[in-house]
């Protein structure tokens, strides 16, 4: 994680405009998931639209650092991939598959971070009730942000919201600050307990929250590409991923029309 640094109002505004051509990118890339379509076709489309929108990839090369870098600019998981999957002409879509698709791209300097799961064709009504949950979850958890709130507020409602419904929240990957890089501090679980931090929310800050959600149990696990995170049980999972600013009234998110 780096370093949080507070954003100035012309960074704001190029976030905020950073955000909306980022909406719309993705958008195009749901568009064309459909079953027959390679994960390798959408990390196409998605890279062509970055671009032409004025934007980076921001996924592009990220972890070059630790001489392991994403080799896409699109995390494509399907079913019991959880986050991080690698696009491939190998993945195919299938009717029935649950996909979560996961996308960044850095306009004017700063950077935007957002995920959807879809529905390829028509699911299975468990995946339906998991995909709805965890976008309730990270809705339910949105609406308790505002500048003075505290990190429990949202981790709360989150986990709340999924445990309801007997789903579990993935506790080894978390939301974060973004803006200036793709992963800066803090760090923004979608859970919480005695042990962790409770910070307050300021007004200005800038976060990626991400609930990812497991039909099954908790635990994760990496896949042997070095990327892909699986449910351990081979449950589905799904994840829904908004950028948001905080304010005095409550969150301003940027992913969303």
């Known amino acids: 994680m780096k370093e949080y640094r507070e954003k ?20 195009t890339v749901i568009q064309a998931a459909k079953p027959g379509v390679s994960t390798k076709e959408l990390d196409v489309i998605a890279e062509r639209e970055i671009r032409a929108a004025g934007g980076i990839p921001i996924f592009k090369g990220y972890g070059s650092e630790w001489g392991k870098p994403f080799p896409a600019s699109l995390c494509t998981s399907i079913n019991q991939e959880v986050v991080h999957g690698i696009p491939s002409e190998k993945r195919v879509l299938r009717e029935g598959d649950l996909l979560k698709l996961d ?22 009504a468990e995946a339906e009730r ?10 339910l958890g949105i609406a308790n942000i505002r500048a ?7 981790a709360r409602a989150v986990q709340a919201h999924a445990e309801q419904h007997g789903y579990s929240v993935v506790r080894d990957l978390v939301g974060h600050g973004v803006g200036h890089e793709l992963h800066e501090d803090p ?15 300021t007004k200005g800050m800038v976060l990626a929250l991400e609930p990812m959600v497991n039909a099954g149990g908790l635990q994760v696990r990496i896949a042997s590409d070095g990327w892909t995170f699986m449910t351990t049980d081979g449950k589905l999972s ?19 029309g």
């Open 187 to 201: 760090q923004v679980p979608n859970y919480f307990h005695a042990g962790i931090r409770d910070f307050v929310f």
């Open 148 to 154: 003075g709130a505290h990190l429990s507020d949202y």
């Open 103 to 124: 996308i960044g791209l850095r306009f004017e300097g700063m950077v935007t971070d957002m995920a959807r799961t879809v529905a390829v064709g028509v699911v299975s």
């Open 130 to 139: 998991l995909l709805r949950v965890t976008r309730g979850s990270l809705d």
């Open 8 to 27: 100035s109002v012309q960074e704001l505004k190029s976030l905020r405009e950073s955000g909306k051509r980022l909406r719309l990118v993705l958008e």
């Open 238 to 256: 799904a994840h829904f991923e908004d950028t948001i600013i905080v304010t005095d009234k409550g969150a301003e998110i940027v992913t969303r």
